[in-house]
């Protein structure tokens, strides 16, 4: 019986949740919705790890709904670009599903409790399909439910800070310009091929000419669309009120996965559908996403440095993280793509341990967490302030920690393009990350207050130990990171050597 489960494995990761999410939506306890999605997501990762097993033996699987082939039914696609990212994704929910518990009880209303969790099984649901679609439109569709979601999990933050339904309003509005722009780019792929299945239009857009005009219009409104939901420079400007006054966990699942999963299938389109057309590539990368990753590396790190509010000083430093990835991938070649996916990886892990601990720090502190604020927590908080720190540390690419690997892969992919001058900027804009990360420190543990331990709650510094235990796992092991990135680069690289 349940290996007729696993059949439909690739469809239960997406739909258990968002049934799950339907069933929770009204429940009025405060414990049962957290206690419902937590079963569903244990089952989750070990359908995962199931789908990661099968794609070992048959390097490919291909999900047909309703056994309608493509381009008339809708397919989902695990292969060696999204299975490592599959894994990741279905561990770092189950872990924060953990910690999300006593976070909502102290930031949201009692009675929020049933949709609180209704809308985070639906945003995990929909972000999962962002890893597993292998149709334009059906993105489009997940890109939209994750979107609502996600807005409506930011507006419950308002409880805390009315700041919070302006950040949603925000992302309500920039969101559907940048979904407006993607489903203009489908709907002229549509037009000239027939198709939405990912497979199917590449080998109908073969047949085009790089001189229809249409095809690079429709390219261009795809790539800008996506760039605004990953919050690329310049189209970042929803993503710092976003990731500050939402509630403390939904930060962390925003920062964490919401923009990796999307910057994935960017590189899925860029590197398997559109290498196609190599001189529309070049100028894309060369021309325009190089540049721009190289500004919001310095842009966000320096507007980090000024900010007084930690989540907010997280957020932009998210950008220049985003810009790191960026600029890897704008290298167009095995070693850029790999190192881009080691800092997908990476930076999941980093960013969404520095949320975990900021956001019980904010309900200890019961206000919003500023530099003063938080003085003395290194001597009054210390388990979790040492766990902020070891993150903090990898964010800057301290040694034996995954943050390192990420730098150090940066480094090598742009030497063996002969980049030198950006290997430079790179190290400069590292270096600034050590100043404002240093303000945190300072605050922490050499300011003039010294209290006295209090007791920590370890069912919220539990979960900020693990991904914090593996920052450094993965900085002293970095072997499964490595392989699942390389295997990535393998299957993306495939277009570009055509």
């Given amino acids: 019986m349940f290996d007729l489960f696993l059949d439909d494995a690739p469809a239960l990761v997406v739909v258990l949740p968002l049934i799950a999410s339907a069933i929770i939506a009204f429940m009025p306890s405060k414990i049962w919705p957290w206690i419902i999605s937590m079963i569903v997501l244990v089952f989750h990762l070990a359908l995962s790890l199931h789908l990661i097993e099968e794609v070992s033996i048959s390097k490919i699987i291909i999900y047909e709904f309703g056994n309608w082939e493509p381009p008339w039914g809708i397919s989902f696609k695990i292969d060696g670009v999204n299975s ?105 792929a549509y037009a000239m091929t027939g198709t939405l299945n990912m497979n199917d239009l590449i080998i109908q ?147 969404g341990g520095l949320f975990m601990s900021v956001g019980y720090f904010a309900i200890l502190y019961k206000d919003r967490v500023t530099l003063s604020s938080i003085k003395g927590y290194g001597y009054k908080y210390p388990i979790t302030s040492f766990a902020l720190l070891i993150c903090g540390l990898s964010l800057i690419g301290l040694p034996l920690t995954n943050g390192f690997i990420s730098k150090l892969y940066l480094f090598q992919a742009l030497y063996i393009n002969q980049m030198y001058f950006p290997i430079a900027l790179v190290a400069v804009s590292s270096a600034l990350a050590v100043v404002y990360f240093w303000k945190i420190v300072e605050q922490m543990w050499f300011s003039d207050i010294k209290p006295k331990p209090e007791k920590e709650d370890p069912s919220i510094y539990f979960p900020i130990w693990m991904i914090t235990i593996s920052i450094i796992l993965f900085g002293i092991y970095n072997a499964p990171i490595i392989e699942f990135s390389i295997l990535s680069a393998d299957y993306l690289t495939q277009g570009l050597q055509k």
């Fill in 84 to 188: 490592g990212l599959q894994i990741l994704f279905s561990s770092f929910v189950l872990i924060s599903t953990f910690y999300s518990r006593k976070i909502f009880l102290n930031e949201i209303e009692a009675e929020d409790t049933g949709k609180a969790y209704s809308l985070w099984l639906l945003a995990i649901g929909s972000l999962n399909g962002i890893i597993l679609t292998n149709d334009i439109f059906n993105l489009f569709v997940f890109l939209e439910i994750s979107a609502l979601a996600s807005i409506s999990l930011i507006s419950l933050g308002a409880g805390l800070n009315r700041k919070a339904l302006l950040a949603a309003f925000n992302y309500l509005i920039i969101g559907a310009i940048g979904a407006t722009f993607y489903v203009i780019g489908v709907g002229f």
């Fill in 205 to 351: 857009l073969s047949q085009y000419s790089e001189g229809q005009l249409a095809i690079f219009a429709g390219m261009s409104f795809m790539l800008i669309g996506l760039m605004v939901k990953a919050a690329i420079f310049p189209l970042h400007i929803w993503l710092p009120a976003a990731y500050s006054y939402a509630p403390s966990a939904v930060s962390t699942l925003l920062a964490a996965l919401a923009t990796k999963t999307i910057l994935y299938f960017f590189a899925r389109l860029l590197f398997e559908v559109f290498t196609i057309y190599e001189n529309y590539l070049i100028i894309f990368l060369d021309f325009i996403l190089f540049p721009l990753s190289v500004i919001a590396i310095f842009i966000g790190t320096l507007i980090a440095i000024y900010q007084d509010d930690i989540k907010k000083l997280l957020a932009f430093s998210s950008i220049a993280q985003i810009g790191y990835i960026t600029l890897a991938f704008s290298l167009r070649d095995h070693s850029g793509i790999t190192s881009g996916f080691v800092h997908i990886f990476n930076h999941a892990l980093i960013k």
